[in-house]
């Protein structure tokens, strides 16, 4: 989807403060000054101002002017500051931090969905296991139906909070996908975990699906640490989903 001024703007400045060209505290450029460099109206600057408070990047007041807040002030269940700091590039604090909120939430949605799943739920649930299992075996994007598996179940826990919380938590958890396809073989070794959540899941039994679950979770939690572990490279999610080659 192509962003309007508007958008664009506000995705050149959100990225710019996440990636730390203006520092925290900081002023940011005076409304002539970002005109200029951006070519775009004071109307839009403006506008866009507007809209990094209401993310919690800046903080503007006649007597401290536009200026940067710390990390901990923004607001991190906002997809956009999500996708900005994906593309910034992937910190060991984001990645912990993500981890941590997986094992507070994701254990408990899955208790909810195995209690709540309707019939239509499991067929969309069974539908992205059958999209992760073809790109073991055949090769393809993974990693695009293990983020349907995942939020299918948050979805099947019919909770209009965790159904919001799951647009901001998608960005969140390709991070971790992207993570486990880089380990040899990750992909095919947690097919049979995210098997045994769906059954656990269809068969109605809550604390099988959170046993399940977390067993899932620990285990990208170790994948992750032993990433970081090695310095190599982590994912840009900027890019397309890495895909599998056939075995």
């Excluded at 099947?156 to 998608?170: E, F, P, V």
């Amino acid at each position: 989807m192509i962003k309007n001024v508007h958008g664009s703007t506000v995705d050149l400045l959100g990225e710019a403060i996440v990636a730390g060209r203006y520092g925290v505290g900081g002023a940011m450029p005076s409304e002539p000054q970002l005109c200029e460099q951006l070519g775009v109206s004071r109307t839009v600057i403006r506008e866009s101002v507007k809209s990094l408070v209401a993310k919690g990047l800046i903080v503007t007041g006649p007597k401290v002017g536009t200026r940067v807040l710390s990390e901990d002030q923004w607001n991190w269940f906002d997809p956009d500051v999500i996708t900005w700091q994906a593309r910034a590039g992937l910190t060991p604090e984001f990645l912990r931090d993500l981890q941590d909120l997986r094992h507070v939430v994701e254990p408990a949605a899955v208790r909810l969905a195995a209690l709540r799943a309707t019939d239509g739920d499991i067929v969309a649930i069974e539908a992205a296991f059958a999209g992760m299992k073809h790109a073991v075996e055949e090769g393809g994007d993974y990693v695009t139906f293990d983020l349907r598996f995942h939020q299918g179940l948050l979805r099947a826990a019919h909770n209009r909070m965790l159904m919001q919380m799951s647009k901001a938590l998608g960005a969140l958890l390709r991070t971790s996908f992207e993570i486990s396809t880089v380990k040899k073989d990750g992909p095919a070794g947690s097919l049979g975990q995210h098997r045994a959540v769906l059954d656990a899941v269809i068969a109605h039994d809550p604390m099988m699906a959170e046993r399940s679950v977390l067993k899932l979770i620990n285990d990208a939690h170790r994948d992750i640490e032993l990433v970081l572990g090695s310095r190599r490279r982590l994912p840009r999610l900027s890019r397309p989903a890495s895909r599998l080659k056939a075995h």
